[in-house]
């Protein structure tokens, strides 16, 4: 009995990092969305509430690291328990990470709602909705151990780099044909790229979901 209680409790605890990672990764989903509709909007309260938001990203980071590596002293893990808390120890980070972007975002955001607006953003939004389905995408492969799913976030990792390529070229024919254009555009360029870096994260997630599974290393190799 006793030891059936010590099963139950420790399943417990692994469920209970679960569940704080998904409320950080939607937290995170949430950041990129309100970064991208403050530009859209041109709301810079919006991205100041954002910025903000930060503070619970990073506070969420603490608390599961600490959870994790008490986990880790208690327990003692072994094989895929070990592989699932110390993947959730990096996962963690690279949404850490990701809320920087946004926060990088929303800073952008502020200075180019001072301005008029270069052109009509619909590439842009394009980019963070599909960023932001990788995150979910990358975390709901974590939670579910879904190899497939996992493997499919690092497929789309291609989508946002080309992307972020096309929308690199025509910022540029804007500065180039005038230069009146050339902060503003440099600024999108910015998000663009802040963007790009949330797909790469929530690749990294994918990349180390698929180490969790297998046991192997993609990173650096086809999947």
Do not use: W
């Not at 010590?6 to 998904?22: F, H, M, P, S, V």
């Not at 859209?40 to 990073?58: F, G, K, P, W, Y």
């Not at 808390?85 to 980070?93: C, H």
């Amino acid at each position: 009995m006793e030891r059936e209680h010590i099963i139950k409790q420790y399943d417990a605890e692994l469920n209970g990092l679960r569940t704080l990672i998904l409320e950080m990764g939607g937290k995170v989903e949430a950041m990129i969305s309100n970064s991208i509709k403050s530009l859209v909007e041109r709301d810079s309260d919006l991205a100041d509430r954002t910025i903000l938001s930060d503070h619970e990203i990073n506070h969420l980071e603490v608390v599961i690291d600490e959870k994790c590596l008490e986990v880790l002293a208690r327990r003692q893990p072994a094989a895929r328990d070990l592989r699932f808390i110390t993947l959730a120890l990096k996962i963690v980070t690279d949404l850490e990470r990701i809320g920087d972007q946004c926060t990088n975002i929303c800073n952008r955001v502020k200075e180019l709602n001072e301005e008029p607006p270069l052109k009509p953003y619909i590439d842009l939004p394009r980019l963070a909705e599909f960023s932001s389905r990788m995150v979910k995408e990358s975390l709901d492969a974590f939670v579910r151990g879904d190899e497939i799913l996992a493997a499919r976030v690092c497929e789309d990792d291609q989508f946002v780099d080309d992307l972020n390529v096309q929308i690199q070229r025509e910022l540029l024919t804007y500065m180039i044909e005038d230069t009146g254009n050339i902060r503003r555009a440099l600024k999108l360029n910015y998000i663009s790229k802040y963007l790009e870096r949330i797909a790469d994260h929530a690749t990294n997630v994918a990349e180390m979901v698929i180490f969790m599974i297998k046991g192997k290393d993609i990173r650096h190799t086809a999947v």
